[in-house]
Nanobody, 115 residues
Framework: QVQLVESGGGLVQPGGSLRLSCQAS????????IGWYRQAPGKQREEVAM???????TYEDSVKGRFAISRDTDGDILYLQMNSVKPEDTGVYYC?????????WGQGTQVTVSS
């Protein structure tokens, strides 16, 4: 089992920055892929950024060049650096991790971009 706890959400003005964190615990050595999803009001959950194995991170088109995903050296903390945020970035951001057999979700953290 893997547990994921997000933090760092909040209210930010357009053009501002925010950094989300995801603390992973439990059997973290089984994690193969880890990343971030978001769900805007009235919309489906979508993948924002993902680290798959040892491959380079991938990003949803609308956040390329603005968001950056990274992990700490121990691999148990995942970050999402959000720069030049836009109102359309508003939503609940979820941390997601996948082992060979299971997928795990955090509880989500709200990000609101508004002036």
């Amino acid at each position: 089992q893997v547990q994921l706890v997000e933090s760092g959400g909040g209210l930010v003005q357009p053009g501002g920055s925010l950094r989300l964190s995801c603390q992973a615990s439990g059997n973290t050595v089984t994690i193969i892929n880890i990343g971030w999803y978001r769900q805007a009001p009235g919309k489906q959950r979508e993948e924002v950024a993902m680290i798959r194995g040892s491959s380079s991170p991938t990003y949803e088109d609308s956040v390329k060049g603005r968001f950056a995903i990274s992990r700490d050296t121990d691999g148990d903390i995942l970050y999402l650096q959000m720069n030049s945020v836009k109102p359309e970035d508003t939503g609940v951001y979820y941390c997601y991790a996948r082992s060979r057999l299971y997928g795990y979700w955090g509880q989500g953290t709200q990000v609101t971009v508004s002036s």
